[in-house]
Structure formats: C-alpha cells, structure tokens
C-alpha cells in the first residue's frame, strides 16, 4: 500500500509515519504539512527520528498525494474539505480522523465517498468503537430512570471540546434514547437535573492521551463505562487499519464497525 499523511508534521502523523515505517506492507510516499510549518520541504524520516526515508513534506496537497494509494489525514478541521476535493479528484482513498470538522468538510467527505472509499472516524481506535457499542446497548436497556452523562480528560495542548470522541458516545446514547439533549456545564441555579439532559463535560490538563467515560446513574447504582487511552498509537495502528482495509475498496462511506468486521 502507497500512504501519503496529511498533517504529517503533527503529533498523529508522525506516530503514523514510524508505524508505516516499521510495515513492510507500507511505502510512504508523501506527507503534506501546512504552509507555515517549519518543517516544510523536510525529510519525513528526519522528523520521525527515523534518519532519511526520502520523502520530504510539502503544503501542496498534489504533489503530497503523488502516487498513493491511500491518505491518511490527522491535521485540522479547516484542511480537511480541500485534502478530499483532491484525494477524490486522484482517486486516492481516504482516512481522517481530524476532529472538530464543519458541515463544509462533512459535506466534501460525503461528495468525495461517490468516487471513493472514505472512513472518517473521531476516535480511530477499535476499542472505542466497542464502547460505544456498549454504551448503545446500555442505554437502551436501562432506559428511562437511568440518568446519562460523559466525561473526556484530555492533555493541556488539545484545542477543541468536548473531545469528537465525547460527541460520538453521546451519539451512541442518543440512538437508543433520541431525546438525550447535550449540555455542556452547570452553573449556578439550575435547578434539578432534567430527564432529557446529558451533560459532555471536558477536563483539559497535563499530557492524557485521552480518557472517556460514561455513566449511567439509577437509583442505588451506577454503570461506569470507560475507554482509556495510554498512547497515541492506538489511534495510529487504527487509523493503518482503516487504511489497509479501504485499498482496493469500492468508494463508500465506511465507519470503524466496518473495519472491525
Ligand atoms: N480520530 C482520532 O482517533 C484522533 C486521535 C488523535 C487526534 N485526533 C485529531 O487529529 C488532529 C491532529 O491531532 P494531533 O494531536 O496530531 O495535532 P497536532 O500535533 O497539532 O498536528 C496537526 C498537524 O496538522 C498540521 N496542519 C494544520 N493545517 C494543515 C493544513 N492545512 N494541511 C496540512 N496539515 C496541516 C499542523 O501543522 P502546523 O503545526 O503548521 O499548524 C500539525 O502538524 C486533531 O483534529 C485531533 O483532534 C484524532
């Protein structure tokens, strides 16, 4: 499999370029940066603390995505329409787990899924996706009298929230309980809490790789449902699933479920 990355210079791409490194499945062949970045036009290897692979990065979305099969993009939300616009245009699968993306982007992911296979995921990791499985599953069977609420821990660094991992366990909730309405805080006199509330609260601090947890209170009991993520390359060796299961197929919309089988 050919991989270019997209935000290659940041913390994800470069865990997912000494994975792809390691692979002997794997050539990387491109990696775009932003145009500020100051490791523009630098070896990728280099980087990675991988001395030289050959492969420099660049912003120029083409020539990053030169002769790959696949992309993979951990960059920013605002990056995200115009990777796939081109990714889509070269017939390059794509991977992208860049979180905080607008309708814009959603709507770019959606166009480029008709010409081809497309996985986006807020959280590439498999046991997250089990989670929110889990979380479906037990919400819908403890139903109402059971109140919902989330909790994501994240380091000090991460600049959205709540986490894009938050927003989809609390979707997870809410496909067994559609009336389940987000809040974000509570503050002053707010009164009892109301049925349809599901507080997705962030906790920013230190360098957590990102902790989610679920809770479901009843009356004399509670489910507490927790993901923890130890490193960043569980996200990674995801996200290379992901890749590896979408070369060769036809263009779709895929989730994680899919690659999980
Ligand atoms: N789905 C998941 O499992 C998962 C897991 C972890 C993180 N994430 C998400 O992945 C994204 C990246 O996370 P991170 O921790 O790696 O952040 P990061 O270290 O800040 O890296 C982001 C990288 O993207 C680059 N970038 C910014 N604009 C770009 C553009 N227009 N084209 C190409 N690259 C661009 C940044 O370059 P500059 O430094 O020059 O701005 C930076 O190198 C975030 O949205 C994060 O929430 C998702």
């Known amino acids: 499999m050919k991989l270019a990355i997209s935000g290659v210079t940041g913390r994800m791409g470069l865990a997912i370029a000494r994975l792809a490194h390691a692979a002997a499945d ?54 995200v329409a115009g990777l796939v616009h081109v990714a889509a245009r070269h017939k390059i699968a794509v991977v992208s787990g860049t979180t905080n993306i607008d309708e814009n982007a959603k709507k770019a992911l959606d166009k480029a899924a008709q010409s081809v296979p497309v996985l986006w995921a807020p959280n590439m990791s498999l046991g997250v996706q089990v989670l929110a499985e889990l979380v479906e599953q037990a919400v819908k069977r403890l139903g109402l009298g059971y109140d919902v609420e ?84 569980l996200f990674a060796h995801g996200a290379i699933a992901a890749a590896r299961f979408l070369a060769g197929k036809p263009a779709k919309r895929y989730t994680i479920a899919d690659v999980l089988g």
């Open 26 to 79: 794997i050539e990387l062949v491109g990696g775009i940066c932003s145009s500020e970045h100051p490791g523009a036009g630098k070896d990728i290897g280099e980087l990675a603390g991988l001395g030289q692979m050959g492969v420099v990065t660049t912003p120029d979305i083409a020539s990053g995505l030169l002769g790959a099969d696949v992309v993979i993009d951990f960059s920013n939300a605002s990056a």
């Open 150 to 233: 989330i909790t994501e821990i994240h380091h000090r660094k991460k600049v959205d929230s709540p986490s894009g991992t938050a927003k989809r366990l609390a979707e997870a909730a809410r496909q067994a309980r559609p009336e389940l309405r987000d809040v974000h805080g509570r503050s002053g006199d707010v009164g009892a809490r109301p049925d349809d509330e599901m507080a997705v609260l962030g906790i920013r601090g230190g360098d957590v790789v990102g902790d989610h947890t679920v809770y479901l209170f009843g009356q004399g009991e509670r489910l507490e449902l927790t993901h923890r993520a130890s490193n960043r390359d």
